[in-house]
Nanobody, 137 residues
Framework: QVQVMESGGGLVQAGESLTLSCTAS?????????????MGWFRQAPGKQREAISC????????FYADSVKGRFTISRDNINNRLFLRMSELKPEDAGIYYC?????????????????????????WGQGTQVTVSS
């Protein structure tokens, strides 16, 4: 069973940047290689449903973004150190929420149309506990 844990959340002012990290563990015991795991970032704002915002294939060769973050957020991964990142720039108050990392052995955690994320797979294999991002105006 793959476990994932997020870090890097915090309080920032609107317009500032923040980078989130997600570290995967349990791969060796599961006989898995991180570069075979599809990964994604979700967020949940207060009073709203969790939404998918970005996903990346195992190799890192393809990335996908929700329209709300396209051009401002960058997803990347380090397949040597089993880590996933989300670089968030030009943060807005509406970007605030709990950010979750999702991992799946078979499917991208995001639902894709064209090159855009239009939804999320809430049945993805592994989820972290989340990290809080607060953006002050």
């Amino acid at each position: 069973q793959v476990q994932v844990m997020e870090s890097g959340g915090g309080l920032v002012q609107a317009g500032e940047s923040l980078t989130l990290s997600c570290t995967a563990s349990g791969l060796t015991a599961s006989g898995l290689s991180f570069d075979t795991i599809q990964m994604g970032w979700f967020r949940q704002a207060p009073g709203k449903q969790r939404e998918a915002i970005s996903c990346i294939t195992g190799s890192g060769g393809a990335t996908f973004y929700a329209d709300s973050v396209k051009g401002r957020f960058t997803i990347s991964r380090d397949n040597i150190n089993n880590r996933l990142f989300l670089r968030m720039s030009e943060l807005k108050p509406e970007d605030a929420g709990i950010y979750y990392c999702a991992a799946d052995r078979s499917y991208l955690p995001c639902i894709i149309k064209g090159r855009s994320v239009i939804g999320g797979r809430n049945d993805s294999g592994s989820w972290g506990q989340g990290t809080q991002v607060t953006v002050s105006s």
